[in-house]
C-alpha cells in the first residue's frame, strides 16, 4: 500500500516509516523540519532509512495547497498523522505554534483525506489530554474534558475534530494517545535526552515535584508495534452505539480512540537511577517544585488495544534506557563521562 506519514522526520514518525518500509509499503513522508530542536538529529533519522521506498518531501501542514496537491498527486491508501508542534511546557511560551500545526494541520490532513476516500486515518493524540484526572490507570472510557496544558487541549480538540470527520464522510479515523515515549533518536527537550546529556556534562538535572512523580514510559519500538497494528484494524460504523452506554471513545461513527502505552507506571526517581546504572555515573540533582502544565501520574489502561490487536508493550524501563544510552554514546561520539554538545 501506499502511506503518507507527516512529522516523517519526528522522533516516532521515522521509526514508523522506517517499519513501513520494511514491510514493503510505499511511504511518502512529509516534515517542515522546524527548529523547535536541532534540525540535524532530525535530518539525520530520515538519513539513517535509507530505503527506496521511502521519498521525502519538505512541507508543512498550514500550507493548504501544497497538501491538497500532495493528496491528489500521490494517491494514498492510509495516512498516519504524526506530525505536530510538541511539548506541554513550550505551549506556555509559543501558543500560536500549537493553533497553526495542531489545530489547522489537522484540518488539512481531515481535508485531504476526505476528499480522496482514505482508507484509514491514524492520528497521534496524547496521554496529557486526561488532565485533571486521577483515577488510576487512565482509561479510555473516562472523561477527558479538563486538560491541563493548551497543547494537551489541542489533542483533545483533534479526537473530536476526527469524530465530526468520521461522522459526516464516514472516514474511519483513530487516535493513538502515546504515554511518554522514550528511545534511541527521541528529542532533546525531553526528560531522558536532557538528564543524559547533563549526567555526561557533569551538570545537575532537574528533578520536577522533588521527583514524586509516575509515568508510563513507553519504549519506541512499542509504540511503533501498536501504531503498525492498529492501522490493519480499521474502525467501523456501529448502528446500535449510543452516547448513553457507550464510551467516549467509540461511536455510531467509524471513529476509534485507543491509549497507547506500556502499562506499568514507573517513579521518577526509578527512571533516573535505571540511567544512572546505565551511564555508571550519579545524576547531581536540583529538586524543583510542579511545572504548570504537568501532571502528576500517568499510566494507561491498555485493555482495548490488546483485545484489538493482541499486542502488550514488551521492553522495560532498564532495557530502553540501556538501548537509548548505547545509541546517544554512539550517535554523539561520546564515551561515559566525557562532554556532550547535544544541541
Known amino acids: ?80 498523522h504524526l506530525a505536530a508542534q510538541a511539548g506541554v511546557r513550550y505551549s506556555l511560551e509559543n501558543p500560536m505554534a500549537y493553533a497553526d500545526s495542531n489545530l489547522n494541520g489537522h484540518l488539512t490532513i481531515l481535508e485531504g483525506c476526505r476528499r480522496h476516500q482514505i482508507e484509514h486515518l491514524v492520528y497521534a493524540s496524547s496521554s496529557s489530554v486526561y488532565g485533571l484526572n486521577r483515577k488510576l490507570p487512565l482509561s479510555t472510557s473516562d472523561s477527558v474534558d479538563h486538560p491541563v496544558s493548551l497543547y494537551a487541549a489541542t489533542k483533545k480538540a483533534n479526537e473530536l475534530m476526527a469524530h465530526t470527520y468520521s461522522h459526516l464522510y464516514g472516514i474511519p479515523t483513530t487516535g493513538l494517545r502515546f504515554f511518554t515515549v522514550y528511545g534511541p533518536w527521541g528529542r532533546p527537550d525531553m526528560a531522558l535526552f536532557k538528564f543524559t546529556s547533563a549526567i555526561l556534562s557533569g551538570e545537575p538535572i532537574d528533578v520536577f515535584n522533588h521527583g514524586d512523580m509516575l509515568r508510563d514510559f513507553t519504549y519506541i519500538d512499542d509504540i511503533v508495534e501498536g501504531v503498525v497494528r492498529i492501522q490493519d484494524h480499521i474502525p467501523t460504523e456501529d448502528p446500535n452505539w449510543r452516547v448513553e452506554n457507550g464510551t467516549p471513545a467509540t461511536s455510531a461513527a467509524p471513529y476509534r480512540v485507543y491509549n497507547l502505552g506500556h502499562g506499568q507506571p514507573v517513579q521518577l526517581m526509578d527512571f533516573i537511577t535505571a540511567l544512572e546504572q546505565a551511564l555508571g555515573r550519579e545524576a547531581m540533582k536540583r529538586y524543583l517544585p510542579m511545572q504548570p502544565g504537568d501532571v502528576y501520574a500517568t499510566y494507561a489502561d491498555t485493555q482495548d488495544l490488546f483485545e484489538a490487536t493482541g499486542f502488550h508493550p514488551q521492553v522495560s524501563v532498564p532495557e530502553g534506557v540501556q538501548k537509548f544510552v548505547a545509541w546517544y554514546l554512539d550517535y554523539y561520539g561520546q564515551k561515559a563521562g566525557g562532554k556532550v554538545a547535544a544541541g
Not at 28 to 35: A, K, P, Q, R
Not at 37 to 45: F, G, I
Not at 50 to 64: E, F, G, I, M, Q
Request: hydrophobic fraction near 50%.
Open 1 to 80: 500500500m501506499r502511506y503518507l506519514i507527516t512529522g516523517v522526520a519526528g522522533f516516532i514518525g521515522s521509526a514508523v516509516a522506517q517499519r513501513l518500509c520494511q514491510m514493503g509499503h510505499d511511504v511518502v513522508g512529509i516534515d517542515n523540519f522546524n527548529h523547535y530542536y536541532d534540525v540535524r538529529l532530525k535530518q539525520a533519522r530520515v538519513q539513517q532509512i535509507a530505503h527506496p521506498s521511502l521519498l521525502v518531501l519538505d512541507c508543512d501542514l498550514a500550507d493548504r495547497e501544497a497538501i491538497a496537491r500532495l493528496f491528489l498527486m500521490h494517491r494514498f491508501d492510509r495516512v498516519i
